[in-house]
């Protein structure tokens, strides 16, 4: 499941010229801790949560919501841009089946139609950005331009930083 959304991946990034470069390490999803292995600044982690957002009793919506790893997940601000009921982290089966991916490994592009991709803006303030790549045992290093250049997510005010 993974290894083909890592190769996706890379074939998406080798046919739009993208800069990067993919490093192999210890399995690891938890941001905190995979910005030590390899190296980089939490703030230029890019972090990937499912959410599920509430249109109304019988309307969902599924995100991809992305944020610099020193932040979290402002809920309301996924609320507020769609002008749903309610938004919370989705159930981890239905991430995982959104996303072809375990959790800790999801990267921030979405491969599936019924994933709506956001992005906060403070991930611009990284001339590089790194996420786990459809692996826990593989990253990817990237200029963030490259990474808004292909994916085009939705930019949102989505992350708080802080506790």
Excluded: W
Excluded at 40 to 49: P, T
Excluded at 77 to 106: N, Y
């Amino acid at each position: 499941m993974t290894t083909l959304i890592h190769e996706k991946l890379k074939t998406l990034l080798d046919e739009h010229h993208a800069v990067y470069r993919v490093i192999e390490h210890e399995a690891e999803g938890r941001t905190e801790f995979i910005t030590k292995i390899r190296g980089n600044r939490i703030e230029q982690a890019v972090k990937s949560m499912v959410v599920q957002v509430r249109m109304s009793k019988k309307e969902n919506l599924y995100a991809l919501a992305n944020v610099p790893g020193d932040c979290r997940v402002d809920f309301n601000g996924i609320k507020s841009h769609f002008g749903a009921d309610s938004v919370a982290m989705a159930h981890r089966d239905k991430a995982e089946a959104l996303t072809g991916c375990a959790i800790g490994s999801i990267p921030p592009f979405s491969f599936n139609e019924n994933l709506i991709l956001l992005a906060d803006p403070m991930i611009k303030e990284n001339d590089e950005v790194v996420f786990n790549a459809g692996s826990l045992e593989r990253s990817i290093f990237m200029k963030m331009e490259d990474y808004f250049r292909i994916a085009k997510p939705q930019m949102v005010s989505i992350a708080l930083r802080g506790s």
